[in-house]
């Protein structure tokens, strides 16, 4: 047998043809692959005039938020697909500041972003799925879409099954989730008091694990049957809490320029017993109810309702949403921004109102009232928040708006007033 002689470069040429003869063409790769996501500049600037710090009575905080997210959805063999997300997220600060991560372009290889989820750059999502049918089945890391989550992100399965016309049925099961900044708990150990106002300092007993590094596991049903739809949702943190929620809705549509809509919410967090224990009975079961009437008619949109959310006791802390407020009926934008994380008792009375005009303006206005408790030693106060909204739609994927957020909470006994201010501004592309 005769022996051929070949040199590195020569294998290395060789293997780099047959690479390139058994590609897949660049076109024939992409025609199946749908591509969604979006670009978003955020600025924020916050004023907090507190006089009960005397060493820190204002506090003004500015930055700038460039965020985005693109989402590849590919059609696979069979019935399977796949998707992979990306996430660019990076906070800069503005103005003079003297700290050491201040006046610093977020960019560099260890910084974790806004979100705590892997680096400034990172793959968000990354899921293999099957749909057989009504039902689909997607395995691994993805946004778990719960009522009790925002936008959070986890690994794991969701099951979802519409064989049932008008109805959808969901299972989720998570192992693994993101340390989300809107989660009110993350600071939270199982074996410490938690920390919250002055009634309750984190103690330095070491605790065995933060809320976030527990399994989710979690059962639903949506239905929408014209003019009714409604939400059953249950979810449990594994050793934390289980969670519970029902909506129902009414919509109508008197003609085509008015239509009206009814919608009532119950929630609800049952603390695990050990959980309690560890954080020396300061957490505990809490309430959640919540009605809102809706109407739009002519360029005019409003909302008006109640919301009640109390922890067992006005002593002990608790939660209803798991990150940020979730599904559940909300007003404003900083004062009430509690449901993840709250202390005592909480209610509040909104009217929510805009008028929409020439098809690219929308002008509004939050306005919110009622009680809350941000220190369990002073229990509720008085407060309310007044917030003036602007709109201006470009194009179908072009978006500009601004809103102006002012609220006070009243004194009370020995504790001062608090006041706070928060002007945001934000551009937004769609694609």
Same mark, same amino acid.
Request: charged share 25%; net charge negative.
């Given at each position: ?111 974790? /972003?806004?979100?705590?989820? %892997?680096?400034? !750059? ?6 293999? $799925?099957? *749909?057989?049918? #009504? @039902?689909?089945?997607?395995? /691994?890391?993805?946004?778990? %879409?719960?009522? !009790? ?6 690994? $794991?399965? *969701?099951?979802? #099954? @519409? ?269």
């Amino acid at each position: 047998m005769k022996l051929v002689k070949m040199s590195l470069a020569t294998i290395v040429a060789a293997g780099a043809l047959s690479s390139v003869a058994s590609a897949t063409p660049l076109e024939e790769a992409i025609k199946n692959v749908d591509v969604s996501g979006w670009a978003r500049y955020r600025f924020d600037s916050t004023q907090t005039d507190n006089a009960n710090k005397a060493n820190d009575k204002n506090s003004n905080k500015s930055y700038h938020r460039f965020t985005s997210t693109i989402d590849f959805k590919a059609a696979l063999d069979d019935n399977f697909f796949g998707v992979i997300g990306f996430r660019y997220d990076s906070r800069d600060e503005s103005g003079d500041h003297t700290s050491n991560n201040a006046g610093r372009t977020m960019t560099a290889q260890d910084d974790e /972003g806004f979100d705590n989820y %892997g680096q400034t !750059f990172n793959v968000r999502q990354f899921l293999l $799925g099957y *749909k057989a049918g #009504n @039902t689909t089945i997607q395995a /691994g890391r993805q946004v778990l %879409g719960t009522f !009790f989550t925002d936008d959070m992100v986890g690994t $794991g399965i *969701k099951v979802l #099954n @519409t064989d049932i016309t008008g109805l959808t049925l969901a299972a989720i099961a998570f192992d693994d989730l993101q340390s989300d900044q809107h989660i009110g708990t993350r600071h939270l150990l199982s074996n410490s008091k938690p920390a919250f106002g002055n009634g309750g300092a984190q103690t330095d007993k070491v605790g065995d694990y933060y809320t976030y590094q527990n399994n989710l596991y979690g059962v639903a049903a949506i239905g929408s049957y014209d003019p009714v739809s409604f939400q059953l949702w249950y979810a449990m943190l594994e050793n934390v809490t289980d969670l519970y929620a029902v909506e129902l809705a009414v919509n109508f549509n008197v003609t085509e320029d008015l239509s009206l809509g009814l919608r009532g919410q119950y929630g609800g967090s049952s603390i695990d017993n050990d959980f309690k224990k560890g954080t020396v009975n300061l957490a505990d079961d809490a309430d959640f109810w919540a009605i809102e009437a809706s109407a739009k008619a002519y360029g005019v949109d409003a909302r008006v309702g109640y919301v009640d959310f109390s922890a067992d006791g006005k002593d002990k802390v608790s939660v209803i949403s798991y990150e940020d407020q979730g599904k559940f009926i909300e007003a404003g934008e900083d004062l009430y921004d509690t449901y993840s994380y709250f202390g005592g008792d909480n209610n509040y009375w909104f009217i929510v109102a805009g008028y929409s005009f020439l098809e690219k303006f929308r002008v509004g206005v939050d306005y919110a009232s009622g009680k809350i408790t941000k220190d369990l030693a002073v229990g509720k106060q008085d407060a309310y928040e007044v917030v003036g909204r602007l709109s201006y739609k470009y194009s179908k994927k072009l978006n500009f708006q601004t809103f102006w957020s002012h609220y006070e909470i009243d004194g009370k006994d020995a504790v001062k007033d608090l006041k706070s201010d928060h002007f945001r501004f934000e551009a937004r592309y769609n694609f």
